[in-house]
Protein backbone atom coordinates (compact mmCIF):
# COMPACT_ATOMS: atom_id res chain seq x y z
CA UNK A 1 0.00 0.00 0.00
CA UNK A 2 1.49 3.32 -1.11
CA UNK A 3 1.03 5.76 1.28
CA UNK A 4 1.56 9.82 0.99
CA UNK A 5 1.96 11.19 4.87
CA UNK A 6 1.05 15.17 5.90
CA UNK A 7 1.24 16.71 8.65
CA UNK A 8 -2.81 17.91 9.10
CA UNK A 9 -2.17 20.81 10.86
CA UNK A 10 -4.08 23.11 11.38
CA UNK A 11 -0.73 25.05 10.54
CA UNK A 12 -1.02 28.91 11.32
CA UNK A 13 1.15 31.52 10.21
CA UNK A 14 1.04 35.43 10.71
CA UNK A 15 0.42 37.33 7.08
CA UNK A 16 3.85 38.17 5.34
CA UNK A 17 5.46 35.26 7.29
CA UNK A 18 6.90 31.67 5.52
CA UNK A 19 4.64 28.40 5.67
CA UNK A 20 6.33 25.48 5.25
CA UNK A 21 4.42 22.42 4.27
CA UNK A 22 5.94 18.63 4.45
CA UNK A 23 5.15 15.58 2.71
CA UNK A 24 6.73 12.22 2.78
CA UNK A 25 6.21 8.96 0.90
CA UNK A 26 6.85 5.14 0.55
CA UNK A 27 6.58 4.69 -3.13
CA UNK A 28 10.60 4.84 -3.47
CA UNK A 29 10.19 4.61 -7.44
CA UNK A 30 7.99 7.79 -7.45
CA UNK A 31 9.42 10.03 -10.21
CA UNK A 32 6.30 13.04 -9.59
CA UNK A 33 5.14 14.95 -7.17
CA UNK A 34 2.42 17.43 -7.07
CA UNK A 35 1.02 20.01 -4.50
CA UNK A 36 -2.40 21.06 -5.19
CA UNK A 37 -4.24 23.71 -2.84
CA UNK A 38 -7.83 23.40 -2.08
CA UNK A 39 -10.35 26.04 -0.07
CA UNK A 40 -13.49 24.21 1.66
CA UNK A 41 -15.45 23.15 -0.35
CA UNK A 42 -13.94 23.64 -3.54
CA UNK A 43 -11.95 21.30 -5.88
CA UNK A 44 -8.15 21.08 -5.25
CA UNK A 45 -6.39 23.18 -7.61
CA UNK A 46 -2.52 21.95 -9.02
CA UNK A 47 -0.54 25.04 -7.81
CA UNK A 48 2.92 23.04 -8.29
CA UNK A 49 4.68 19.75 -9.53
CA UNK A 50 8.34 19.02 -9.27
CA UNK A 51 10.35 16.09 -10.50
CA UNK A 52 14.08 16.47 -9.90
CA UNK A 53 15.90 16.08 -6.72
CA UNK A 54 16.17 20.27 -5.32
CA UNK A 55 13.89 23.33 -5.71
CA UNK A 56 11.25 24.57 -8.34
CA UNK A 57 10.58 28.33 -7.88
CA UNK A 58 7.18 29.77 -9.28
CA UNK A 59 6.26 32.93 -7.82
CA UNK A 60 6.00 33.13 -3.86
CA UNK A 61 5.87 28.62 -4.20
CA UNK A 62 8.81 26.82 -4.08
CA UNK A 63 8.72 23.18 -4.26
CA UNK A 64 11.45 21.20 -2.44
CA UNK A 65 12.35 17.49 -3.32
CA UNK A 66 14.73 15.01 -1.73
CA UNK A 67 14.08 11.61 -3.45
CA UNK A 68 16.81 10.01 -0.74
CA UNK A 69 15.24 11.08 2.11
CA UNK A 70 11.66 10.10 0.42
CA UNK A 71 10.69 13.75 1.43
CA UNK A 72 8.39 16.61 -0.62
CA UNK A 73 7.93 20.44 0.60
CA UNK A 74 6.22 23.45 -0.28
CA UNK A 75 7.39 26.96 0.89
CA UNK A 76 4.64 29.74 0.79
CA UNK A 77 6.82 33.19 1.06
CA UNK A 78 4.45 36.38 1.91
CA UNK A 79 1.95 34.37 2.99
CA UNK A 80 -1.49 36.02 2.60
CA UNK A 81 -4.81 35.56 4.03
CA UNK A 82 -5.89 34.00 0.53
CA UNK A 83 -3.45 31.36 1.13
CA UNK A 84 -5.62 29.58 3.66
CA UNK A 85 -6.51 26.48 2.39
CA UNK A 86 -5.75 23.00 2.70
CA UNK A 87 -2.45 21.93 0.71
CA UNK A 88 -2.62 18.56 -0.64
CA UNK A 89 0.33 16.58 -1.29
CA UNK A 90 0.34 13.79 -4.26
CA UNK A 91 2.72 11.47 -5.76
CA UNK A 92 2.26 9.68 -9.17
CA UNK A 93 2.89 5.89 -8.51
CA UNK A 94 5.85 3.92 -10.05
CA UNK A 95 5.43 0.80 -11.87
CA UNK A 96 1.86 -0.56 -13.40
CA UNK A 97 -0.16 2.08 -11.17
CA UNK A 98 1.64 4.56 -12.83
CA UNK A 99 -0.98 6.91 -14.04
CA UNK A 100 -2.64 7.16 -10.47
CA UNK A 101 -1.91 9.73 -7.94
CA UNK A 102 -2.12 8.78 -4.16
CA UNK A 103 -2.73 12.07 -1.54
CA UNK A 104 -1.57 12.70 1.47
CA UNK A 105 -4.76 13.56 3.66
CA UNK A 106 -3.50 17.43 3.34
CA UNK A 107 -2.47 20.14 5.71
CA UNK A 108 -5.02 22.91 6.88
CA UNK A 109 -3.02 26.44 6.69
CA UNK A 110 -4.44 29.60 8.30
CA UNK A 111 -2.60 32.81 7.55
CA UNK A 112 -4.05 35.32 10.41
CA UNK A 113 -3.98 39.28 9.73
CA UNK B 1 -16.68 27.27 -19.75
CA UNK B 2 -15.16 25.04 -17.48
CA UNK B 3 -12.78 21.83 -18.96
CA UNK B 4 -14.39 19.40 -16.26
CA UNK B 5 -18.29 19.91 -15.47
CA UNK B 6 -19.86 17.59 -12.93
CA UNK B 7 -23.48 17.14 -12.82
CA UNK B 8 -25.63 17.66 -10.41
CA UNK B 9 -23.39 19.73 -8.02
CA UNK B 10 -25.56 19.20 -4.92
CA UNK B 11 -27.81 15.59 -4.40
CA UNK B 12 -29.83 14.17 -1.72
CA UNK B 13 -30.82 10.55 -1.66
CA UNK B 14 -32.52 7.72 0.14
CA UNK B 15 -30.86 4.70 1.38
CA UNK B 16 -31.45 1.99 -1.61
CA UNK B 17 -31.88 4.38 -4.16
CA UNK B 18 -29.82 4.09 -7.79
CA UNK B 19 -28.27 6.85 -8.47
CA UNK B 20 -25.47 8.26 -11.21
CA UNK B 21 -22.98 11.25 -11.53
CA UNK B 22 -21.81 12.42 -14.53
CA UNK B 23 -18.68 13.81 -15.87
CA UNK B 24 -17.94 15.64 -18.67
CA UNK B 25 -14.36 16.99 -19.59
CA UNK B 26 -13.30 19.09 -23.16
CA UNK B 27 -9.79 18.74 -22.24
CA UNK B 28 -9.20 15.82 -25.16
CA UNK B 29 -7.70 13.70 -22.19
CA UNK B 30 -8.29 9.96 -22.59
CA UNK B 31 -7.60 8.72 -19.07
CA UNK B 32 -10.41 9.97 -16.47
CA UNK B 33 -11.18 9.29 -12.68
CA UNK B 34 -13.77 9.32 -10.33
CA UNK B 35 -12.63 9.62 -6.40
CA UNK B 36 -14.66 10.34 -3.43
CA UNK B 37 -13.20 13.13 -0.17
CA UNK B 38 -14.11 12.31 3.30
CA UNK B 39 -13.22 14.28 6.15
CA UNK B 40 -9.63 13.47 7.58
CA UNK B 41 -9.52 10.35 5.14
CA UNK B 42 -8.68 12.48 2.39
CA UNK B 43 -9.10 11.82 -1.50
CA UNK B 44 -9.41 7.94 -2.68
CA UNK B 45 -9.54 6.99 -5.62
CA UNK B 46 -12.72 4.71 -7.12
CA UNK B 47 -12.36 3.85 -10.32
CA UNK B 48 -10.48 5.02 -13.26
CA UNK B 49 -10.45 4.60 -17.04
CA UNK B 50 -7.53 5.15 -19.64
CA UNK B 51 -9.90 4.98 -22.56
CA UNK B 52 -13.45 3.73 -23.13
CA UNK B 53 -12.73 0.16 -23.51
CA UNK B 54 -10.68 0.14 -20.44
CA UNK B 55 -12.34 0.43 -16.92
CA UNK B 56 -10.37 -0.35 -13.73
CA UNK B 57 -11.01 -0.45 -9.97
CA UNK B 58 -9.68 2.20 -7.42
CA UNK B 59 -8.83 1.63 -3.97
CA UNK B 60 -12.39 2.01 -3.08
CA UNK B 61 -14.56 -0.02 -5.90
CA UNK B 62 -17.22 -1.78 -3.46
CA UNK B 63 -20.99 -0.57 -3.84
CA UNK B 64 -19.64 1.48 -7.22
CA UNK B 65 -20.00 1.26 -11.13
CA UNK B 66 -18.89 3.27 -14.10
CA UNK B 67 -19.69 3.85 -17.49
CA UNK B 68 -17.13 5.27 -19.88
CA UNK B 69 -19.51 6.58 -22.69
CA UNK B 70 -17.32 8.34 -24.75
CA UNK B 71 -13.74 9.95 -24.52
CA UNK B 72 -15.32 12.84 -23.00
CA UNK B 73 -17.66 11.30 -20.71
CA UNK B 74 -17.27 9.49 -17.68
CA UNK B 75 -20.37 8.36 -15.21
CA UNK B 76 -20.17 7.31 -11.62
CA UNK B 77 -23.42 5.27 -10.45
CA UNK B 78 -24.26 4.04 -6.73
CA UNK B 79 -26.50 1.09 -7.11
CA UNK B 80 -28.32 1.02 -3.68
CA UNK B 81 -26.87 4.01 -2.12
CA UNK B 82 -26.07 3.69 1.49
CA UNK B 83 -25.42 6.52 4.15
CA UNK B 84 -21.88 5.79 4.36
CA UNK B 85 -21.09 6.87 0.61
CA UNK B 86 -22.34 10.10 1.69
CA UNK B 87 -19.34 12.20 0.52
CA UNK B 88 -17.83 14.60 -2.05
CA UNK B 89 -17.24 13.15 -5.28
CA UNK B 90 -14.82 14.27 -7.91
CA UNK B 91 -14.02 13.22 -11.12
CA UNK B 92 -10.55 14.12 -12.52
CA UNK B 93 -9.00 13.74 -16.09
CA UNK B 94 -5.18 13.22 -16.96
CA UNK B 95 -2.91 13.90 -19.54
CA UNK B 96 0.28 15.82 -20.20
CA UNK B 97 1.87 18.96 -19.38
CA UNK B 98 4.98 20.89 -19.92
CA UNK B 99 5.77 17.49 -21.06
CA UNK B 100 4.65 15.25 -17.95
CA UNK B 101 1.49 13.73 -16.88
CA UNK B 102 -0.97 15.94 -14.52
CA UNK B 103 -4.13 15.47 -13.27
CA UNK B 104 -7.59 18.39 -13.28
CA UNK B 105 -10.21 17.97 -10.86
CA UNK B 106 -13.92 18.88 -11.70
CA UNK B 107 -16.00 21.22 -9.34
CA UNK B 108 -17.18 18.16 -7.18
CA UNK B 109 -20.90 16.63 -6.35
CA UNK B 110 -22.08 16.61 -2.93
CA UNK B 111 -24.00 13.77 -2.11
CA UNK B 112 -25.98 13.43 0.77
CA UNK B 113 -27.69 9.80 1.26
CA UNK B 114 -30.68 9.64 3.74
Known amino acids: QKEVEQNSGPLSVPEGAIASLNCTYSDRGSQSFFWYRQYSGKSPELIMFIYSNGDKEDGRFTAQLNKASQYVSLLIRDSQPSDSATYLC?????????????FGKGTKLSVIP | DADVTQTPRNRITKTGKRIMLECSQTKGHDRMYWYRQDPGLGLRLIYY???????NKGEISDGYSVSRQAQAKFSLSLESAIPNQTALYFCATSGTSGGKETQYFGPGTRLLVL
Open chain 1, 90 to 102: AVRNSGAGSYQLT
Open chain 2, 49 to 55: SFDVKDI
